[in-house]
């Protein structure tokens, strides 16, 4: 989990240093080359077999590399308009997009105590895009609640990254992570690709931009490896409130890098989208040791 703190981190960072020369499209063209690149050469090394890469769903596989790619470029795009500690605490809203949506599209049940989580965090998602110097009046709070780009990306990148989780859960059934991995790149590269050629058009910047991208792309296959290991390796009970500590990591490492300075109600939102989403984690812990008793 550290090494997964540590890369989505480091996404952030070489993420924002690369779209200074080059935009989010051609950053999340080299993303997907530079990780399908890898994926390959590691199934090679491994002498894995062509067969063993099929998926069991490949419409639902499609259709999240669809989703996945349009919430990775919100994410990509916000992190050049507002505060990295803003855009990770609004991508944290994504479990309880899932706690909302998943009754709708997977049959689950939307119980109380998730109902109360994603009420909260959403409050806590309200306070973080709390305007500057609006003070405590609803009046002066309505007239100054003007959501800006980077807000509503960054909250459209938490209902992808949840719609992802929701297909995620479905293709585990029949995929291997490695698999769901190596789809995932391969086929966002040609869509990545498509979009590129049909706007700006593909550059590489110089050496230093080429680097930074690197480091995007490796850092985002290796959060995902370490994620899915850590998760394997702990309780979930474990493992995801530590996942809650990439909000006060990003804040420190902005702080520090881009001298960007930590707003009360940014502090104050954040705290109450972790506290909803560990009131979930809680409740579906709870839950789950009562049924299998």
Not at 69 to 96: D, K, N, R, S
Request: positive net charge.
């Amino acid at each position: 989990m550290v090494g997964a703190l540590l890369s989505f981190s480091l996404i952030a960072i070489s993420g924002r240093e690369a779209m200074r020369s080059i935009g989010a499209l051609e950053l999340l063209f080299w993303r997907a080359a530079i990780g399908l690149a890898v994926l390959v050469a590691i199934h090679a090394a491994l002498r894995g077999q062509v067969a063993g890469l099929k998926s069991g769903q490949p419409a639902l596989t499609a259709g999240r590399a669809v989703v996945h790619f349009g919430a990775q470029y919100a994410w990509m795009a916000a992190l050049t308009l507002i505060p990295l500690v803003e855009v990770f605490a609004l991508e944290f809203t994504a479990p309880l997009w899932v706690a909302v949506l998943a009754p709708l599209l997977l049959g689950e049940r939307l119980t109380p105590m998730r109902a109360l989580a994603a009420a909260i965090g959403f409050a806590g998602a309200l306070v973080v895009i709390w305007p500057p110097g609006a003070g405590p009046s609803p009046a002066e709070l309505v007239s100054r609640m003007t959501l800006g780009a980077g807000s509503l990306l960054a909250l459209a990148s938490g209902i992808g990254f949840a719609l992802n989780v929701m297909a995620v859960r479905r293709l585990t059934r029949t995929d291997r992570p490695f698999v769901l991995l190596l789809w995932m790149h391969l086929l966002q590269l040609p869509i990545a690709a498509a979009l590129v050629a049909a706007g700006p058009g593909l550059a590489l910047g110089d050496a230093r931009t080429f680097a930074w991208t690197a480091v995007c792309g490796l850092g985002g296959l290796c959060a995902h490896y370490a994620l899915s290991r850590a998760f394997k390796l702990a309780d979930a009970i474990v493992v995801a409130p530590m996942d809650f500590l990439r909000v006060p990591l990003i804040a420190a490492v902005g702080a520090a890098v881009y001298a960007e300075p930590l707003r009360l109600p940014v502090a104050i939102g954040a705290a109450g989208i972790l506290a909803a989403n560990g009131l979930n984690l809680w409740a579906e812990r709870r839950a789950a040791r009562v049924s299998r008793a």
